[in-house]
């Protein structure tokens, strides 16, 4: 069941979801070569306390950090450790959550470290660029898939490919509640007419090879199967009358 909220919520949701931004702007500026991926994830920690808010994922579903840090080929859901150092020439995608006064925010990003090649500075680019174009379509009367379509359409015509077995999601009370937010139309799926007062997260997962992954020994880090870097933008954006407004950036 999809659950439209009501501008007070929407209210509650574009606070907790800016403190969202704050915290990943910060951990941006903390990204250079030398530092490990649980540095961050401990940064992340001492923000979110900052603030009084509850980091998202810590403890979510058992994932044992408040930061998912994705280095190169993984996709999503890379788990924060002291012997993960990051290098120059690294990309890493940062994805983070809050809970604060009944509401979840939602949020990620790609940054590289240090100086990156064309071929992966072109990557962080089309995914980001893919996710303001799915946005753009987040507009009542339109209907689910033409978010879904315009990110697909822009990532492929750029000859990258679009992660299919992980996608975005409704959020707002709960962390993920429906819709499910695909990056590509899936076939044979119900499309759903997007109406004012619904919230998603939506989140392109891009890779520079094929969409394949495959999820790592943790049980967590998805992977490309080719090895080949991938990058993720997330936004968590409210569907209003006038079109999208975005939540999940600084005041």
């Known amino acids: 069941m999809i659950i439209l909220k009501s501008k007070q919520e929407i209210e509650k949701m574009r606070i907790v979801n800016a403190m969202v931004a704050k915290v990943l702007n910060m951990l941006k500026n903390e990204v250079k070569p030398g530092i490990t991926t649980y540095e961050l994830d401990r ?37 924060p450790s002291k012997k993960k150092i990051l290098k120059e020439g690294d ?20 940054v590289g470290v240090g100086s990156i090649s064309k071929a992966k500075q072109k990557l962080i680019d089309v995914t980001h660029d893919s996710l303001y174009k799915g946005i753009e379509q987040a507009r009542a009367g339109n209907y689910l898939f033409d978010i879904s379509r315009a990110i697909q359409n822009f990532v492929e015509s750029n000859g990258f490919s679009v992660v299919r077995d992980y996608v975005g999601h409704g959020i707002g009370r709960n962390l993920h ?32 090879g094929s969409y394949e992954i495959e999820v790592k020994k943790d049980g967590w880090s998805v992977v490309t199967k080719d090895k080949l870097p991938s990058a993720h933008f997330e936004h968590t954006i409210a569907i209003l009358e006038e079109g999208p407004l975005i939540l999940s950036k600084e005041n």
């Open 91 to 110: 990309i890493v995608s940062l994805d983070f959550g809050l809970f604060y006064d009944g509401f979840y925010g939602d949020s990620a990003i790609t």
């Open 177 to 208: 509640e429906e819709p499910q937010v695909p990056n590509y139309v899936p076939s044979n799926s119900p499309n759903v007419l997007l109406k004012v007062g619904m919230t998603l997260a939506i989140e392109p997962m891009v890779n520079m």
């Open 43 to 79: 940064l992340a920690m001492e923000y979110s306390a900052k603030l009084n808010a509850k980091p998202a994922f810590l403890g979510y579903g058992g994932f044992p950090n408040a930061l998912c840090v994705s280095v190169n080929e993984e996709v999503v859901h890379g788990i």
